[in-house]
């Protein structure tokens, strides 16, 4: 599964929000856990005057002091859990990635706003790039206003939207893993649509019976859930259900979501050209800008 969890904490509330998600995995999966805070000293310099710049030593000194602090307080809400403290400096990403680099099966938590872009580990920000640049597995939670940062959160399901490609369903044998240890139904969705294209072909008389295309391609998509759940409960998955919705992929899945309390959506994606896109297109970063689930980002092997 997992050698252990990484998780990026800045002092904000926005960064805190994945922390009960973080104590339930950490419990469960009983995997050790690395907090980690990164000082920029080049942000840090920008934000100092000329007549202040000799003291920018004893600033940093402060800064990883009080970021020790924060960490080892935080430390002790994971009960049970082995927890390392590390406070690096640098670039945040690039610190965050790196530390994922030198353990490619280190799942990284991390907590994110979604659409605004005014934090700094808001997506369009430190979070949007880890999202495109690591290739380890990745947890995103955004931070609601009911979402806490106290406790441990709860979980029942785990949403997996498949498109039809290998790579989508690439994440299958992870999310069984997970499934069997936390003891989660799985559910496997597949949207589909008919292209715009095919209702607007000849003058209004068509060969094609648009009715019968939907019934056609909507049975084909409960026939490859059914294959993919069949191959579930082999490997072990107690409860597994399909669902299917005409739509649009992004709106169906965190329309779905919202309907399944206590859930997290796992998608896998597919990063190339050296800038991190996805095998859905722009599906997953869709449900990763808007979805209030949790979502686990994993890249296929």
């Known amino acids: 599964?997992?050698?252990g969890m990484l998780i990026p904490l800045d002092g904000s509330k926005t960064a805190e929000k994945v922390l009960p998600y973080a104590r339930y995995l950490a419990g469960r999966l009983k995997i050790p856990v690395e907090l980690v805070a990164v000082i920029d000293?080049?942000?840090l310099a920008s934000q100092v005057s000329a007549e202040r710049a000799r003291f920018l030593d004893t600033m940093i000194?402060?800064?990883v002091r009080q970021s020790k602090e924060y960490l080892t307080r935080i430390a002790g809400t994971f009960p049970g859990s082995?927890?390392?403290?590390?406070?690096?400096?640098?670039?945040a990403e690039d610190a965050i990635i790196g530390r994922g680099e030198a353990d490619t099966?280190?799942?990284?938590?991390?907590?994110?706003?979604?659409?605004?872009g005014m934090n700094r580990w808001l997506l369009g920000s430190v979070a949007e790039k880890v999202l495109r640049g690591t290739a380890n597995p990745l947890l995103l939670v955004k931070a609601t206003d009911q979402a806490k940062s106290e406790g441990e959160a709860t979980l029942k399901s785990i949403v997996v939207p498949l498109d039809g490609s290998e790579v989508a369903a690439s994440v299958l044998p992870m999310v069984a893993g997970l499934a069997n240890k936390l003891a989660l139904e799985v559910e496997l969705f597949r949207a589909f649509n008919i292209p715009y294209s095919v209702y607007g072909t000849g003058d209004g008389y068509s060969a094609i019976n648009i009715d019968?295309?939907?019934?056609?391609v909507g049975n084909e998509a409960r026939e490859y859930l059914e294959k993919k759940s069949a191959e579930q409960k082999k490997l072990g998955v107690a409860k597994v259900t399909c669902t299917t919705k005409e739509g649009f992929g992004a709106d169906e899945i965190i329309s779905l979501g919202r309907k399944t309390p206590d859930n997290f959506i796992a998608m896998c994606s597919h990063g190339r050209s050296g800038v991190k896109r996805w095998v859905l297109g722009s599906v997953t970063e869709t449900v990763v800008r808007h979805t209030e689930d949790p979502v686990l980002i994993v890249r296929p092997g």
Do not use: F, N, P, Q
């Not at 099966?105 to 605004?116: K, Q």
């Open 1 to 3: 599964m997992y050698t």
């Open 41 to 43: 000293i080049a942000e």
């Open 61 to 63: 000194e402060d800064g």
């Open 82 to 91: 082995r927890v390392k403290c590390t406070v690096e400096k640098g670039r």
């Open 105 to 116: 099966g280190m799942l990284i938590a991390m907590g994110t706003h979604g659409r605004s």
């Open 212 to 216: 019968e295309l939907i019934v056609e």
